[in-house]
Nanobody, 124 residues
């Protein structure tokens, strides 16, 4: 049974950095896609970053490219999102997600297993 448990997040001033982590168990391998999404109350969920495997096959939303980095370790299987130069508009609940498949795009409908969410607040 796949379990996805998030950690990290919190409050930071604009320009600061945070790192989110997502411990994934029960998948057996990392030859699949994992991603980060975020959501602000009243707005649609937004794809932030995605990685296939543990290499350089990554994709980012335009709004975070150059500031956020998605990485993954295989043992233990952990997904990370390193966020630098944070802006108030980055404030949201962040979710990690994983699928057994290779997702063709950064779209939540391709992901079956989700973390519980973690709040990120960036103050001006």
């Amino acid at each position: 049974r796949v379990q996805v448990v998030q950690s990290g997040g919190g409050s930071v001033q604009a320009g600061g950095s945070l790192r989110l982590a997502c411990a994934i168990s029960g998948m057996g391998n990392v030859d699949n896609s994992a991603a980060w999404f975020r959501q602000v109350p009243g707005k649609e969920r937004e794809g932030v970053a995605m990685i296939y495997g543990i290499g350089s096959d990554t994709r980012y939303a335009k709004s975070v490219k150059g500031r956020f980095t998605v990485t993954r370790d295989s043992a233990p299987h952990t997904l990370y999102l390193t966020m630098n130069d944070l802006k108030p508009e980055d404030s949201a609940v962040y979710y990690c997600a994983v699928t057994y498949r290779r997702a063709p795009r950064l779209d939540g409908s391709w992901f079956e297993y989700w973390g519980q969410g973690t709040q990120v607040i960036v103050s001006p």
